[in-house]
């Protein structure tokens, strides 16, 4: 294994010896010691001991390779909540805010939210800590992404307060309606050229595409949002950056109204939703 840090160094030593930019060096250092930002100038002189350096270099090597700050620091802020992230679950990004932003808008008071895909539950998790008015039911079709929603939600929210199921779509749920519908599902296109560069490396596969067109899954959520969405109620979905004319069409297509799509802080069309007549 490569080693940039020796024992006994400096705090202040370790920070130039590392191959990494400032900014990760110290978020190392600061989850491996313990220390706040504040802390790592005031301890700058303190030397690292030889379980500490190991710890460093391991999780350098780590990041060097490319692995997501995210997995190898075990969590990742998302809407002023931090949550545990592990490679089973999709990392929470800023984009993402936009579609908690707008459920927010549009659920009703004292109503029913459904979370499809909820993954790592950031989606769920933070409409229900900023809303405590409404009931809110996250769905995932995989078993370790919902062991870590129940870690998130523990951290978050009283018991309870975000029911989280097993289920592939809608199938888990019967008859059950809601006011409003979010998900984030799948929507890269097989064999895009993405998959294989950047963070997506890392990320599990079935949550970043569904080995298709990058369209399946919003037919399912579309085609079976009509039995689940209460009349007049809210279909939100956030899609890729050059996705929100084809949602619509299918919306337009399954006879919603009021379709629309809104764009995020960089000014892409990044969710699309619409009425249920």
């Known amino acids: ?3 940039w840090l020796a024992a006994g160094s400096r705090i202040a030593d370790s920070q130039s010896a590392s191959p990494l930019d400032a900014l ?3 978020m190392l ?3 491996v010691l313990g220390l706040s930002r504040v802390q790592l100038i005031t301890h700058s002189e303190q030397a690292l001991s030889a379980d500490q350096v190991e710890r460093l270099n391991q999780l350098i090597l780590r990041r060097v390779n490319g692995e997501p700050m995210a997995y190898i620091l075990g969590e990742r802020e998302f809407y002023g909540l931090d949550f545990y992230v592990t490679p089973d679950v999709l990392i ?3 984009d993402t805010e936009l579609l908690v932003e707008l459920a927010l808008q549009y659920a009703p008071r004292q109503s ?3 979370d499809l895909g909820t993954g790592s ?8 800590q900023q809303r405590p008015d409404l009931t809110v039911l996250a769905l995932d079709v995989s078993p ?3 062991k870590i929603a129940e870690k998130n939600a523990a951290r978050h929210l009283a018991a309870g307060k975000v029911q989280l199921i097993q289920s592939d779509w809608y199938s888990a749920i019967a008859d059950q309606q809601f006011a409003t519908i979010v998900s984030n599902p799948p929507y890269i296109v097989k064999d895009d050229q993405h998959l294989s560069q950047g963070d997506l490396r890392f990320e599990p596969l079935n949550a970043l595409t569904d080995h298709a067109d990058g369209l399946s899954a919003y037919r399912q959520i579309i085609t079976g949002a009509g039995k689940h969405l209460a009349e007049g109620g809210w279909l939100l979905m ?4 050059d996705q929100s004319s084809a949602v619509q069409e299918l919306l337009s297509a399954a006879g919603f109204s009021e379709i629309q799509s809104w764009p995020d802080l960089a000014g892409i069309l990044r969710v699309s939703g619409a009425r249920l007549p």
């Open 144 to 146: 370790a992404a919902l």
């Open 238 to 241: 956030e899609h890729g950056y």
């Open 1 to 3: 294994m490569s080693a």
């Open 92 to 94: 929470p990004r800023p």
């Open 24 to 26: 990760e060096t110290r």
């Open 121 to 128: 539950g950031a989606i769920a998790i933070a409409v229900a």
């Open 112 to 114: 029913r939210l459904l």
């Open 29 to 31: 250092l600061m989850h």
